[in-house]
């Protein structure tokens, strides 16, 4: 019972083999489960079996040298302790899906791709993708040879990170523009080997985003936190797409009250935000501003959990703009209203760290002066993603079909507030009797 016990706990155990030649070699072997034998059975063993070797049930083919970059674990010696916690299971790409335009997708499924013998699946290597927009990126890492997601029967490894990047404007390789792709665990905190990300295609501007074709690059790698803990390892699996980036088409739209220009932007009149730990931010300007410093402080700050889906109000007072019989509140959608949070602490709000895609379209997308978005706080790592305090910066704006009709417009209003990003607790139950 306490080698069962043991054997549960480990995720693998390190043994020692050796060979006829007097050659030893040290390798990490995983127990999945310890069956008890009784006595019946363990009489019937002969004493002196020889091993017999199984002829494989599908033939397969001569074995040919490996491709992909061999492991190469860290000179320094491992206690058992820690050669068990970094055994790292290799888990290659299985299935990548992103949706494009006009019929377009990226379509890699590489179970389909070895049972087929043409290259039909070829075509489903890129994608075209409108400018200023968001696409979904879903990789699926081969568990254990099986794509079904069952985690109880994939050994999915939780040490590897899956990153994305596309050349925007074609000047090679940039770490720094790398984004990670979130792990899609079950409840249970189980790897599953899935990964997705809401892929953010910049508007072209002729120099950072620019039209055309474009490479995307996904790649697997042992974690940063994984090779921190247990040595670098060279490992990296690289798969290399295409994506084509072409403008967004201008609609007119005629409509029966035009604005008329120029025409006051609304102003920021709430700021709402619940967190935890009993945080929460609540700006009330006609409140706040009533008291002496104008900032009400008890309520600038707030802190979230990693992983975590948070939701922000924003209201605005539409008291200066023209009231009509489409917009008896006197709310029109003459101003964009975003957020960010500079999560990497570089200074900079980059638009992967806008949360405006998130914002609901029941109140956002209609002229009542209220903007509910969804902020979703990805998991904390040492690179992409940092714990601590982080700025939140507010913006409202001329929208794009305002300055379309009217004319640019130079108006900006920001607000900022501060996040702590802090990482999800564990929580375990232990029963006593009494």
């Not at 155990?13 to 006595?39: G, L, Y």
Request: aromatic residues 8%; charged residues 25%.
């Amino acid at each position: 019972e306490q080698l069962r016990e043991m054997f549960d706990e480990g995720s693998s155990i390190p043994i020692t083999i050796q060979f006829d030649n007097k050659r030893s070699e040290s390798i990490d072997i995983k127990i999945c489960t310890v069956t008890e034998m009784t006595a019946t059975e363990e009489e019937t063993i002969p004493t002196e079996t020889k091993i017999k070797v199984k002829q494989a049930l599908i033939p397969y083919a001569a074995s040919q040298p490996r491709r992909t970059s061999q492991l190469r674990a860290n000179p320094a010696p491992y206690s058992p302790l820690q050669r068990s916690r970094c055994a790292l299971c290799i888990n290659r790409i299985g299935l990548v899906q992103m949706p494009g335009e006009s019929g377009t997708r990226i379509q890699d499924d590489m179970q389909t791709t070895a049972l087929s013998n043409d290259d039909q699946y070829r075509q489903y290597l890129s994608a075209t993708v409108n400018e200023d927009a968001f696409y979904r990126l879903h990789v699926q890492l081969d568990c254990g040879g099986h794509l079904s997601g069952d985690s109880l029967d994939n050994p999915c490894s939780r040490f590897l990170s899956v990153t994305v990047w596309i050349d925007f404007n074609d000047n090679e390789l940039d770490e720094s523009e790398s984004r990670p792709l979130q792990p899609a665990w079950s409840n249970n905190d189980v790897p599953t080997g899935i990964y997705n990300l809401d892929v953010y295609i910049p508007k072209i501007d002729g120099r950072n985003t620019k039209a055309g074709s474009h490479r995307m690059r996904i790649t697997v790698m042992p974690s940063e936190d994984y090779q921190r803990d247990c040595g670098r390892f060279s490992y990296k699996e690289i798969r290399d797409y295409s994506i084509n980036i072409i403008p967004i088409k201008e609609i007119k739209v005629e409509t029966t009250t035009r604005f008329i220009c120029p025409i006051n932007i609304a102003k920021i009149t709430l700021v709402i935000m619940a967190g935890e730990k009993g945080t929460e931010i609540r700006d009330d300007k006609p409140v706040t501003s009533l008291s002496p410093n104008y900032i009400n402080q008890h309520h600038m700050a707030v802190t979230l959990f990693e992983h975590t889906v948070y939701l922000l109000r924003i209201q605005l007072d539409c008291s200066s703009q023209l009231k009509t019989q489409l917009t008896p509140t006197g709310c029109n959608l003459a101003q964009d209203v975003n957020v960010w949070i500079d999560l990497n602490d570089d200074g900079k709000f980059d638009d992967s760290e806008i949360g405006a895609p998130y914002r609901w379209p029941v109140t956002s997308y209609m002229a009542e002066g209220i903007y509910d978005i969804q902020i979703y706080v990805p998991l904390i790592d040492s690179r992409y993603m940092k714990n601590g305090q982080h700025r939140m910066r507010i913006s409202v704006s001329p929208s794009d079909y305002y300055q379309r009709l009217c004319g640019e417009h130079n108006y900006l209003e920001t607000l900022e507030y501060m996040v702590t990003i802090i990482p999800r607790m564990k929580y375990s139950c232990k029963y006593s009797s009494v």
